[in-house]
């Protein structure tokens, strides 16, 4: 039937419409029914009934559904009844024990590709698809309709490295320096990144701070072939889906293993990835808080690689304080390329980048990796890569670390007693940097000048807040002053001195090691 | 900070705030985080940030938060950032495969019933709460929260029997007639009812149109120690958060069984039953498809009994078709009550109310329990009972079935063609009844004059459809042409005989089963 179209001020997660209740009696429609909204082009919305607001005859629909169906204010739309999608029925099912088929899990994507399901409904799915209620076949499926919903690469090449740390830990500024390593051996490794969700910084935002990552498909190829390697983004034309649904899950604050699982492994599907190596930050605050679980979890990814057809290995990482010295973004582009320019750098970020390095160089065929890495690292070549992407991306082939300028307005945090350092906490320092205005504001962050073991005497400078103006330094200062980002003690307290905890080598290595043990 | 509220037009499921981006950042609350209201009491809302409708200094409320926190628009109101409840990481710990301990689930049921978590999270709590991540230690914790949730019925007697039906099936008008029977032998049963919630005629819904549902804990304890008996609504006082978590599951139509069962115990704890029988309606298109799973069902069931300190017993019963002739208010009232009279009435409601009764006077220590239903309802002693709670619930203690009148809009229904009545489509005949107005209109309905086996000849009445008003009736006739709620074909079909399916007794019962066996 025809409804005129009234743009209402409503600003809601989902898209609704509001009616009178006697168009939704002749359109057969009740509260939370769908209907299909119709001008120059057509939107689905759930039905919100007031007598109070709307008279019969008019329908208020947001703005974005004005503009999803091409209609103006005042204009006449068709409006129908739209059946639940079948993918509804799935996700019911789901919850209710059953076992989804590969077409079930693409109708389910694609609904919410074409935003068909409510933000409630993906959370019923995400939720109910959990650890106890999904098994790898269905997350494999799940993983491969994530991938089709964008574009695909091919990079016509034969293995394709590659490596992803599933996060949780602040200052993690390692690709860079592992992409140049891994590539300046000849190896292709297309790392790609993605900017910050809920943290301080990520990859792609302090990369951006001295070169492009947003490259269209065709740049994309190009880089990698010219350099072997690549920072780029990912998230806009791959697996586009993955950002809808994190988007459901950020109120929540929840990402459950299944979902995280298919989403990681969907830009890899997407890119080729052959061999892949997942860095699995352990630590409280992290997301995989002791060894038991993430071996677990390391299993499973190693599993789920073996289904798709991808080589995966894990290795276990130390995440009980942030990752050298430095995050924001403009301050984590400094330390990175300082470490790439030789200027030694802090031993956790080191270390770290290395050994993750190392490990993929093994995957390779490189017998001691560590050593190797080590070798490309300081012999300067993996420094002469890293320019080498740096200027296909757009950025200065002669880019160093003192070009970067943090923000103005800084502020000395000092202890209040001597003694040791006795831990940094990962949470409170991300909510500091936050407040200060990273990611967003590119020179506000924090500068660590002690991390967990130091001894400092009363008044030093622990650490140092920056920012791009006063009031957002002022609040970054209030944030500080209500937690408590470090703790200094009498007792002493050990630090960390390897980075890499643990590896966990696919099936294949582990039962070439049992062989070799019999 | 304070800020001056202004009502706004928005309907929506959850309460949320439209505040400035300005303000926003110096509360340090973002999208979707909580704030706290309070003018002269206080409400808790999710933001939503809005510069183009809101200016600084002024903060939206729905009308609904605006009563709830004591306000008026354009009053100054007391804006905090209000942390996530403490229940939103026990229902995370439960998306991630944890087990929820006593304290969580209390937490959960009570931040249900104030109010503090979003539909959102009631939807993600009871999908992650599946079959497959849940166990009946967790659904016995979750069953007694949500009895702690409103009043507790001390009845001061023992044993107390109760029966419950998972429902899914039309017209099945049993409960006055089995609590008769059973009352009649002097043995309690506090019958609990509810209002339909997307069915066509609950069982309140019917016993209102002839006797008063709605009443006081006093009340039905008094009714009870009076009668043994009672036909109450147990929706308002019992449980009530079940309805707060119906309302968000509404939506997408599910109920999945771990929240069900919690559900139904929930009541029964409530009203202290010792002796509970649970009916089963397995079928097309009922709650349970298969006798597989209505066994598995029935096992969690009697297990979660026993856990809660309740012996349960399960019967499956056929619902491939409604039970009886009639459906809707006034319709399934005069159907009951003819039975009880004596009338006959169709053969699948009295052999199921007399199979029920039966299993419970079994449970009490009868030896051939269907027999002696039936017994007590040809005597009419069923019927004299019967009367008696009427009387107790304010009705008339001479009413006879004849004295209730359906809808004065009639409609027939003509077979086309002669044959066999293949089927009758139960979700069709509840959209048609309810497009004909139940169970709001008291008087709306269909009456069956066929059911599955009979044969028809061309032209016959099949069934005639009830209603208040001339259009209610033409929606409801529109309603049937566009579905095929009863299938006219050559081949003979068989119709049912015994409405008990399978009885599942206890544990107890079947140990001593196999002992007797030995």
Chains 1, 2 share one sequence.
Do not use: W
């Not at 994309?220 to 899950?249: Q, W």
């Amino acid at each position: 039937m025809k409804l005129q179209a009234r743009q209402a001020d409503i600003v809601t997660s989902g898209p609704i419409a509001l009616l009178n209740s006697n168009d939704c009696l002749k359109l057969g429609v009740g509260e939370n029914d769908r209907i299909r909204v119709t001008g120059k082009d057509s939107a689905v919305c759930t039905v919100i009934i007031t007598d109070r607001y709307i008279p019969e005859g008019l329908i208020a629909l947001t703005e974005q559904t004005m503009n999803k169906c091409g209609s103006k204010d005042r204009e006449d739309v068709e409006v129908a009844y739209s059946p639940m999608p079948e993918s509804v029925r799935s996700i019911r099912s789901k919850i209710n024990g059953g076992t989804l088929s590969k077409k079930e899990m693409d109708a389910i994507v694609s609904d919410i590709m074409q935003g068909n399901l409510s933000e409630m409904e993906i959370i019923a799915f995400v939720s109910a698809f959990n650890v106890n209620n999904s098994d790898l076949t269905e997350i494999a499926y799940l993983t491969r309709s994530m991938a089709a919903t964008g574009k695909m690469v091919d990079l016509g090449v034969r293995p394709i490295f590659d490596f992803h740390s599933l996060g949780g830990v602040p200052g993690n500024k390692i690709t860079p320096t592992v992409v140049s390593i891994v590539a300046s051996e000849g190896l292709v490794i297309p790392k790609l990144s993605s900017r910050a969700v809920s943290s301080a910084c990520g990859t792609s935002d302090y990369v951006d701070t001295f070169c492009d990552v947003e490259m269209d498909t065709r740049k994309l190829v190009d880089t990698i072939s010219e350099c072997n390697g690549v920072f780029a983004c990912g998230n806009k034309d791959y697996a586009p889906v993955g950002s809808l649904i994190i988007k459901a899950e950020n109120p929540m604050g929840i990402d459950p293993r299944p979902m995280m699982m298919a989403s990681i492994m969907s830009k890899k599907v997407v890119i080729g990835t052959t061999h892949l190596l997942i860095d699995i930050p352990m630590g409280e605050g992290s997301k995989i808080p002791d060894i038991k679980s993430a071996r677990q979890f390391a299993k499973d990814l190693i599993d789920l690689g073996s289904i798709l057809g991808m080589h995966v290995e894990c290795a276990v990482s130390c995440a009980d304080q942030p990752i050298g010295r430095m995050i924001g973004p403009v301050l984590e582009a400094k330390e990175c390329i300082g470490i790439l320019e030789g200027h030694g750098g802090d031993p956790s970020v080191v270390d770290k980048a290395c050994g993750m390095a190392g490990i993929i160089l093994e995957m390779a065929g490189e017998k001691d990796g560590y050593a190797r890495a080590v070798e490309i690292l300081r012999s300067g070549r993996a420094h002469k890569k890293f320019l080498e992407i740096v200027r296909a991306q757009n950025g200065s082939p002669v880019l160093k670390s003192t070009d970067l300028l943090p923000g103005q307005f800084v502020k000395d945090i000092h202890a209040k007693r001597s003694g040791y350092v006795q831990y940094v906490d990962n949470a409170c320092m991300v909510a500091i940097a936050k407040g200060a205005g990273a990611p967003k504001d590119i020179g506000a962050g924090i500068e660590l000048l002690h991390k967990r073991g130091d001894y400092v005497e009363e008044g030093e400078v622990l650490f140092k807040i920056y920012a791009d103006n006063q009031s957002k330094l002022d609040r970054a200062i209030e944030s500080a002053r209500s937690r408590r980002p470090m703790l200094v003690k009498d007792a002493e307290v050990k630090a960390e001195k390897d980075m890499i905890l643990e590896r966990i080598p696919s099936k294949e290595m582990l039962d070439l090691i049992r062989f070799r043990n019999l």
